[in-house]
Every structure is written in C-alpha cells, then in structure tokens.
C-alpha cells in the first residue's frame, strides 16, 4: 500500500531540488514517482518532420525515490508523515501523523 498517490502535492526532503514541491505525475511499482517539476534532465531530440515535431534540447522529467518525498499538508505548511486509519464504517483513510486527514 503505497502512501504517496498521483494527483498528491510533495515536498522533495533531500537532493538537488531538496525544499522544492510538485504535484505527483506517476507512481511506479518499485517506489520511484514522477513528480512535475522536479529532478529534471536535459533531454537531445532529433526533429522528426513526419510529426511535426522540432528537435532540441528538451527538460524530461525524471523519476525520484519515494523516500526522498513528503506529502505537503497545506495546514502546517510542511511535509508531513502518512499513515492509515480505519474510520467506524470500516473504510481505511489517508491521516497525516499529525491527525489530519488527507482529502484527496
């Protein structure tokens, strides 16, 4: 169960974009995430005039680990650590540590 979901605003813990946030783009299996923004890399495109495509330099983003990432609680302004809770009617929900809910 992974605690770092697409569509989650994080905060980078540590790096070359350590203190930057995104928004998660995509999440592979093996626990590196895509996150818009962050952990770019130049990219050499050739132009292809079949497409219409113009070649160049371009900025890919790349994938970081998930343990370098923190979801954003916009209440405290901060990263801060997920965890999970069972509410009464049985669902599991998303809390912060804190004890705020995640609202996705």
Known sequence: MNKIRKGDEVIVRTGK???????????????????????????????NPNVGEQGGIQDKAMPIEHSNLMVFNPKTKQGERVGFRFEKDGTKVRVFKSGDKVDL
């Open 17 to 47: 974009d350590k203190g930057r946030r995104g928004t998660v783009l995509e999440v592979f299996a093996d626990g590196r995430v895509i996150v818009e923004g962050i952990n770019l890399a130049k990219k050499h495109v050739k132009p």
